[in-house]
């Protein structure tokens, strides 16, 4: 079992480490809203920095443009834009020579990237290869190496790998380059504790968290929030729930607080009733995060727990897992799955054939006075089917108890979200297949939703081919969308090109399918790929604002691959609304990126007259300050140009 640790700390702590910028290639553009076409999905444009790139900008402008770069990759993780960070990071790294310092540059931003997207399996690997090389390593300054040393042993604690988080930490507390009771030594120390806490050695994490706080009761590093986090999870998990309520009394953290209420309820039952009535004031017609609600559920729980009412359990148990995926700071100290529930029902179920008389092996008879109470007693009727799904020897009945066990709990409120956790998430569950096709197709769309990929690609593995009564079209592009998000671009593409290969004349709804897709292709940089997709989409028979809306993302992805000529003219085609005009929203976002295509493309003048006409339609003061800009920037780049060849 794992102890979350705060993500915001990690990312922040170790900013300090600085590497020498030279030579990053930085692309830049304005960031424009772009209104929505009613014939299609719209994808959000990247965001850039707005900044004009001489042909050779002299180095003090690259170590100027890639600082802007870093600047805006800042504010893209603040903004919470992973996806659109790790591109930008993904074409500056792929400019910049490997291993220089404007690589390592990029590949910490990567990380610190991924440390948002909690992949903590990608930052173990990417860190193993690069440190890997010793020779490599060897010259590299200290702080550097300890830094990405340092991201390895979180995410080695955060995937639950706690011996090899420790070796990595003894390497850096007992290393040669020392940081007594600095920061970076601190977190090591902290680390340290955590790592103990993963694996459930409680006796060595809290002699560890024992002698931290000695070492360092004059500092601020006892304070900090997530390390009042650690402590009272150590203590929670030692059974010291009253040090637990006196370490977080005056907390004003919404997690802690609810760890405060755990260890109240825990120390008390009395007190159930008390923190239950603090429950319904708190959520009582206020919006809440989804994570605390999660909290708040779980409480609920508890109570329902220390009231030894399993009628009660059930209902809260099963509120608590339709929430769904979150993360919150309790889930890394308490166990609560979906095997819980599932073992509930089945008690149940057991306990009422005792009492109905019914043999086991006499699967009809079960499932006969389960269908018997459906109308009558839900829980009962789940119970029994639950029973007979996890105890029959023949595959039918379970797949049949299953079926219908599914059809009462899609009725439910978060339906997918509970689904999902019953059968993704449980041991007990030995296949997928013992789910209908509706309700794995049905399944994978709402994984897709979440971003829950690996979700998705289990459950599309689930079924062999097209399933009957589904459309093929749709069925493919699902497919390919689950491999393109998975990685497996190559796999993907195979099936779009087999798929593209007799396209029929498409419907609206089956256009703006396949557009999500291509839009994938772009989003992992397979413009060239999405770039031939789009061309065999053009002969189909488009409405005019579909058509326009194809050619910007055409657009985007020449733009990607620097043929800045062809992204320009594509912008401008899709400038052009449908009554001639270039005057609206859309066409504005479009020819202001034909503005700047045009001048890192090298043409000037033509760039010149774009933004000249863009102010006489212009009335927005910020924005016609921007133009004015970028004006003075091309004249500044042409006569730089007429230098250069005089």
Known sequence: ????????LFIA??????????????AGAAQVAKP???????????????????NKPAPAEEEARARRTITQLDELIELGLPATALSIINQNQQAARPYSA???LFERKRISVLTLLEDWTQIIDRTRDLLGDSQRVARLPQPVTDWFLTQQAIALVKSGQAEAALRVLRKLIWSEARYERGALFALWRQLVVRAYLVDDNIRDAETAMLRYDYDYRDTGYALTPDWLQTRAGVLFRAGRYRQVMALLKDADDSALHALYLLAKLRADKNSAAAIENELKQASDGKLVTRSQQW????LA??????????????TALQALL???????PLKQIVRVSADDLWKLYKQIGVELGNRYRLLNGDDDAWYSKAMELKSKDT????SLLTALALQSREPHHRQMAHTELLSILEKRKNSMDLISQLYLHSSLIPSLKVMPVSIRLALIDHALAKKQIGDAARLMQSLDDVPPDQDAFIWQLRKARVLILQGEYNAGIRVLTKLFGNLPALKPEQIDHLLQVLFDLQSVQQHRAALRFFRILQAQPLDFQTRRELFYWMAESWYALGNHASAAMLYLKSARAEDGGMDDQWALSARLKAAESLVKAGLYDDAQTVYQRLLKVTANPSRRAMIEQEMQQIVLLKNARRAGVE
């Open 102 to 104: 404007d690589w390592y």
């Open 1 to 8: 079992m794992m102890f979350r640790l705060p993500g915001i």
């Open 379 to 382: 829980l009962k009727t789940l």
């Open 322 to 328: 339709s929430v769904g995926e979150v993360s919150h």
């Open 36 to 54: 929505q076409l009613k014939s299609a999905p719209i994808k959000p444009a990247p965001l850039v920095d707005g900044q004009l790139t001489p």
């Open 13 to 26: 702590v170790l900013t300090s480490v600085a590497l020498p910028l030279a030579g990053a290639a930085v």
């Open 295 to 298: 909290a708040n559920r779980y």
């Open 301 to 314: 729980y508890e109570i329902a727990r220390s009231r030894s009412k399993r009628k009660h359990i059930i």
